[in-house]
Nanobody
Framework: QVQLVESGGGLVQAGGSLRLSCAAS????????MGWFRQAPGKEREFVAA????????TAADSLKGRFTISRDNAKNTLYLQMNSLEPEDTAVYYC???????????????WGQGTQVTVSS
């Protein structure tokens, strides 16, 4: 069993940076391909980026590839999302999750957590 807790969100000015963390409980964290998702106010949850179990990047939303970088540290059971050049449109609750295999853009229904709020001011 794996449980996920997101952190690192907050209020940041446009153009700023944040690094989100996703702490996973469970000894089998390294077995999972993982991804980040976000849900903006009034919008459906959308895919951001995914990474393989071993740390290779799988895919990312085209509009975010130049600004967001996904990574993981399996020794620490932690997933990261480095967000640079943030824009007000990035304001959302960000979630991590294990992802589907092909394509790796869907989260597992039983693993959604509380997320972490990112607010970007103009």
């Amino acid at each position: 069993q794996v449980q996920l807790v997101e952190s690192g969100g907050g209020l940041v000015q446009a153009g700023g940076s944040l690094r989100l963390s996703c702490a996973a409980s469970g000894r089998t964290f390294s077995w999972y391909a993982m991804g980040w998702f976000r849900q903006a106010p009034g919008k459906e949850r959308e895919f951001v980026a995914a990474i393989s179990a071993s740390g290779g990047r799988l895919t990312a939303a085209d509009s975010l590839k130049g600004r967001f970088t996904i990574s993981r540290d399996n020794a620490k059971n932690t997933l990261y999302l480095q967000m640079n050049s943030l824009e007000p449109e990035d304001t959302a609750v960000y979630y991590c999750n294990a992802v589907s295999s092909n394509p790796p853009v869907l989260g597992r229904p039983n693993l959604w957590g509380q997320g972490t709020q990112v607010t970007v001011s103009s």
